[in-house]
């Protein structure tokens, strides 16, 4: 015998696709719901409560109200849980889905619902009061109703959907009303669908009315605060959630673990009893200073301000509505400590011990080597690359010398200051005493709360003949390569130990470069360049100003973009320009004595080219072929002119001899022979630059063409030939 309420298989498909489709549209519904939802969420921002706004006028802090974070999430609308587990002391009622399966001498699969009288009703068993029976216990009052007409069957009963209860939220809650929930909620959960209390309502007091009377009281703090749920309880159908308001706020602001409005209790709320929901005080905070504002509207002053410590007493401290407690942090100042800070290993703060002297501190010179010179240091390998055995000479060769921050050894400080009218004082001594001399006055007993300061050679800069001077010798040297030199030493001196010149050595070629110089063109550089862009602006504003009709402005119009846009393409091509820091030496081209060298001293970074005599000079511009001719003894510069033959655009009057030694000769310089600049004597290595003629109407155009203008700008920033062709092209 079978006793069933399920569809057959064929049903069962059509039931399938049905509740497939049923529930494809239930998502869909619920989708578009939550998108609804979370878009009405997102207009009803809380609105702050008075005190909230109270608190943020009177601290600049906007503080959320405690425990509001846990409802910032609740839906805005709530259907009954459908798939909960069921507890075993849960209790049944009307509504309750069950489906009893049993094999044996009969089979059962069967799906009943508990009527309104309590009842559910099996084919050939008969009638089955459930009403009120335990879950856990449904299963043997089950199995006892069938055993008692059929034996030897096995019984297993499971639940389906339970019946949902009417709950009513009511007071100071966020969203007032009626909620439909599952029979297993909660008062926690019922409180969670209904978006919880407003700003005014209470968290500490939330009741559940039943019949009349109040069923149960939760203290929402003891829930989200601490985790304990033991007031909750189950709601039955028609049970009320009443939200009473608060009975009083207070702030917690500073040095609190959770800053925030929290609710009063009651009346005689502490301190500590708050600070227990707050999670307690950081370690940074200071414990022996609190301040405590408090509001008595009976005063003519209102507001009034306490101060006392959070032990003892203070923590026994009963709060009032309305009250702002803050808590300071401490003062992160050491009362045992020095610190050490410059051209050090590290900067560290070190515990003050009595008697405590510099050298206590900095106990060797290792100590004031910085981590960027033993990165400098580490980096002298190039351990990532095998195959790289040799680096670029400038790289290296730069780098000599550099592997260690020089030290200022004559200057040091100490930094003190007074505690008791909060003066600094400076204590200056002599660095290099201290170690060479321990018991010396510079080794200077020190006191807590002294900064000790160290300076390296680029921070304060020492005098010259202090200072560390690495040069370079390159070129036609016996023994070219990277020398230290003692301070006052010359050009002769720094020749001298590269073992005198060679025989190909070339004088007048003799290039010096220094780093302090290249800088120094590098600013005039950038000085000339702002100058330019000024002047072509207000060439082109007064072109465009001078005209007097439509048809004279529309061609200054023209001729304005015409100059910008090529005011700007000689601009970027003087901005490329790299100043190299040669010095003109000023040789005779004629003398080939390197005693003769001027005696100048040497500073660090300097570098000394001396090249072998070219046997070429080289001739640029508007010529009928760019050439570097053999150079031939005694040929002037006619005689170079008539070799490579001027074209007819060629401006005769501003060609310029740009010499091998960096210097610019041009028919302004007046510098040359007898027989006028074309007489003048070509030495090997020279450049002849003809420009060609132009016709243009602004001082710009005149300024950024004209040959003398390039002579200067060629030689007050060390250019040689190379970066006059970058002009050019």
């Known amino acids: 015998m079978n006793i069933t309420n399920r569809p057959v298989a064929a049903d069962q498909d059509v039931e399938a696709e049905a509740g497939g489709a049923a529930r494809q549209r239930t998502v869909s519904e619920a989708a578009r719901q939550r998108t609804v939802s979370d878009a009405a969420r997102t207009s009803r921002a809380p609105v702050p409560s008075e005190f909230q706004k109270f608190v943020f006028d009177s601290t600049g802090t906007n503080l959320?109200?405690?425990?509001?974070?846990?409802?910032?999430?609740?839906?805005?609308?709530?259907?009954?849980?459908?798939?909960?587990?069921?507890?075993?002391?849960?209790?049944?009622?009307p509504g309750d889905e069950l489906m009893i399966r049993g094999w044996g001498s009969i089979d059962i699969d069967y799906r009943a619902t508990i009527d309104r009288n309590g009842l559910i009703s099996i084919p050939s068993i008969g009638s089955v009061p459930l009403a009120g029976v335990r879950a856990g216990d449904a299963e043997g009052v089950i199995r006892n109703a069938i055993g008692q007409l059929y034996k030897g069957v096995t019984v297993n009963?499971?639940?389906?959907?339970?019946?949902?209860?009417?709950?009513?939220?009511?007071?100071?809650?966020?969203?007032?009303?009626?909620?439909?929930?599952?029979?297993?909620?909660?008062?926690?959960?019922?409180?969670?669908?209904?978006g919880g209390p407003n700003a005014n309502g209470s968290m500490r007091h939330v009741q559940i009315k039943r019949g009349g009377k109040v069923a149960a009281e939760l203290d929402l703090y003891s829930f989200i605060g601490k985790g304990d749920k033991s007031t909750?309880?189950?709601?039955?159908?028609?049970?009320?959630?009443?939200?009473?308001?608060?009975?009083?706020?207070?702030a917690l602001v500073g040095k609190v673990n959770t800053p925030a409005i929290y609710e009063l209790k009651t009346a005689n709320d502490s301190i500590e009893s708050l600070l227990d929901y707050a999670g307690g005080m950081p370690v940074v905070a200071d414990p022996r200073r609190a301040f405590l504002e408090r509001i008595d509207a009976s005063r003519n002053q209102p507001r009034s301000v306490e101060q006392f410590a959070l032990s003892g007493e203070g923590l026994k401290r009963t709060l009032k509505d309305g009250d702002v407690l803050n808590v300071t942090s401490i003062?992160?100042?050491?009362?045992?400590?020095?610190?050490?800070?410059?051209?050090?290993?590290?900067?560290?703060?070190?515990p003050f011990k009595a008697g405590m002297r510099i050298s206590d501190l900095i106990p060797n010179r290792q100590y004031l080597?910085?981590?960027?010179?033993?990165?400098?240091?580490?980096?002298?390998?190039?351990?990532?690359?095998?195959?790289?055995?040799?680096?670029?000479?400038?790289?290296?060769?730069?780098?000599?010398?550099?592997?260690?921050?020089?030290?200022?050894?004559?200057?040091?400080?100490i930094e003190r200051v007074n505690r008791t009218d909060l003066s600094v004082s400076l204590v200056p001594f002599n660095l290099g005493n201290v170690f060479t001399n321990p018991s010396g006055p510079d080794n200077v007993q020190l006191q807590p709360g002294d900064t000790v300061t160290i300076f390296s050679q680029q921070d304060v800069a020492v005098p010259m003949d202090k200072r560390r001077i690495f040069v370079r010798v390159e070129g036609e040297v016996n023994v070219p390569g990277v020398y230290q030199m003692t301070a006052g030493e010359t050009l002769q001196s720094m020749l001298a130990k590269a073992g005198g010149t060679t025989s190909n050595a070339y004088l007048f070629g003799t290039a010096f470069y220094r780093e302090d110089v290249r800088r120094q063109q590098e600013l005039n550089l950038e000085k000339l360049v702002k100058r330019l862009e000024s002047q072509a602006r207000a060439d082109q504003s007064r072109s465009v100003a001078n005209s007097r009709s439509v048809t004279d402005a529309q061609l200054a119009e023209v001729r304005r973009q015409t100059e910008a846009a090529a005011a700007a393409q000689a601009i970027a091509r003087v901005s490329q320009l790299k100043p190299t820091g040669r010095i003109s030496l000023g040789l005779d081209p004629r003398d080939k004595r390197f005693s003769l060298l001027p005696q100048l001293k040497l500073e660090n970074g300097d570098r000394l080219v001396i090249p072998a005599q070219p046997e070429f000079v080289n001739i640029f511009g508007a010529v009928n072929v760019e050439s570097s001719p053999l150079w031939r003894q005694g040929d002037r510069v006619n005689d170079y002119l008539k070799k490579a033959g001027l074209t007819s655009d060629a401006d005769e009057e501003n060609i310029f001899l740009l010499r091998v030694d960096g210097s610019v000769v041009s028919r302004d310089s007046g510098s040359w022979l007898s027989g006028g600049f074309g007489g003048t004597e070509v030495m090997p290595g020279d450049t002849i630059v003809v420009p060609e003629k132009f016709d243009k109407e602004t001082r710009w155009t005149k300024f950024m063409t004209g040959a003398r203008e390039w002579t200067q700008i060629l030689a007050n920033f060390g250019l040689g030939a190379a970066a006059f062709k970058t002009l050019r092209d």
């Open 64 to 93: 959320p109200i405690f425990g509001s974070e846990f409802f910032a999430n609740a839906p805005s609308t709530f259907s009954p849980v459908a798939n909960a587990p069921v507890v075993a002391d849960y209790a049944l009622g």
């Open 369 to 413: 080597i910085t981590r960027n010179s033993i990165k400098r240091q580490n980096n002298a390998v190039n351990a990532g690359d095998e195959r790289q055995t040799n680096e670029a000479a400038d790289n290296i060769a730069t780098r000599i010398g550099g592997l260690v921050d020089e030290i200022n050894w004559d200057y040091a400080v």
């Open 157 to 194: 009963v499971n639940f389906g959907r339970l019946r949902s209860i009417t709950v009513y939220v009511v007071g100071q809650a966020s969203r007032p009303g009626t909620y439909n929930v599952s029979s297993l909620s909660t008062l926690v959960t019922a409180l969670f669908a209904s």
């Open 331 to 350: 003062t992160p100042d050491f009362s045992n400590a020095v610190v050490l800070r410059g051209n050090v290993d590290q900067a560290v703060r070190a």
């Open 232 to 250: 909750d309880m189950k709601l039955q159908d028609g049970d009320t959630i009443f939200i009473p308001t608060a009975v009083g706020h207070v």
